[in-house]
């Protein structure tokens, strides 16, 4: 088994994105800057957005965070969207998720201009993404298919389990897997029998949020298993695959903590940097 190390690939683009930000700051006078919209006080999306902050500063982006109480409204939220895509020296717009109840989440997504749009949440980008165009595409899901090149681990014609169906994590990546020729199942909370799903799969990538749902027995021997899941138990972090029991089943696996998580913050910074030389080089 050998551990697909996102941590230590993470590094490796943080240190070649420092170097390729200091030449756009020498060569075309242009600090790459992202502001991030974080509404109400979620610990998690707390320590998201933090993680965030920190990783931009240690490339030399500048970084800015709206933070705005959970009672905000959605045209408060709005209003501050639209300086954002006004703002020539913001690249990058990380509306950060979720959003309270009284928030239209879409409309808010839908607001950010296109070329800002690091996260690859916005419509246009998604769409661009199923056909297989260009565009920003979900930090978490290219984080993965990043780590897998860097093992020179090719889909192609590899039967691929996506376990988790959401707009963040589980579409994008099965549409990335479907564009890298892979043949692609797609499960979710109402899939019948998914251990008749992932038994099937070359290679299994799970983004749901449940501690242990993927167990030896649900894998075939060899598998290359990605484990997106983050979870808290007993304050460790924890992914959704039964770590110590399957790894010497599988051929590859991501770890949780260090495996697709910085992946998600370097590809973050990455999306920034190609957006401000895109809008102002
Ligand atoms: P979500 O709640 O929006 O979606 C969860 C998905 O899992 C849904 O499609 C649901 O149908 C499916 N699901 C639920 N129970 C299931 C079951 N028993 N069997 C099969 N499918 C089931 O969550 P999300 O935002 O997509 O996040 C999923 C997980 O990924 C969470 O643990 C989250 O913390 C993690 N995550 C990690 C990163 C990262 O950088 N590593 C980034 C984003 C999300």
Do not use: W
Not at 5 to 16: F, M, R, T, W, Y
Not at 18 to 29: C, G
Not at 51 to 74: F, W
Not at 258 to 269: D, E, R, S
Request: proline residues 5%; hydrophobic residues 45%.
């Amino acid at each position: 088994m050998q551990i697909l190390d996102g941590k230590a690939l993470s590094n490796k683009i943080k240190d070649e994105l420092k170097i390729e930000v200091e030449s756009l700051k020498k060569n075309h006078d242009v600090v790459p800057g992202l502001a991030v919209i974080l509404v109400g006080a979620d610990p998690a999306s707390q320590a998201y957005v933090s993680m965030k902050s920190k990783a931009c500063k240690a490339v030399g982006i500048y970084s800015i965070v709206h933070e705005m109480p959970s009672t905000i409204s959605h045209p408060e939220i709005l209003e501050i969207i639209k300086m954002m895509n006004n703002n020539n020296y913001i690249d990058g717009i990380l509306v950060q998720l979720p959003l309270p109840d009284q928030v239209d989440t879409i409309s808010l997504l839908e607001a950010v201009d296109v070329s800002k749009d690091v996260d690859g949440f916005h419509p246009y980008n998604m769409g661009q993404l199923v056909q297989g165009l260009d565009g920003f595409v979900p930090c978490t899901p290219l984080g993965v298919m990043e780590l897998l090149a860097e093992y020179n681990i090719d889909v192609k014609g590899l039967n691929a389990c996506v376990v988790g169906a959401s707009n963040i994590v589980g579409k994008p990546m099965a549409s990335l897997l479907l564009n890298a020729g892979a043949t692609v199942d797609i499960c979710h909370i109402f899939t019948k029998d998914l251990k008749a799903h992932t038994l099937n799969a070359d290679i299994v990538l799970v983004g749901v949020g449940k501690p242990d749902l993927i167990t030896p027995d649900m894998l075939k021997e060899g598998a290359i298993v990605v484990d997106i899941g983050i979870n808290k138990v007993e304050n460790k972090l924890v992914g959704d695959v039964s770590f110590d029991a399957v790894k010497e089943k599988v051929s590859y696996i991501t770890p949780v903590p260090g495996g697709v998580g910085p992946m998600t913050i370097a590809m973050l910074l990455k999306n920034t940097v190609e957006a401000a030389k895109a809008r102002r080089c």
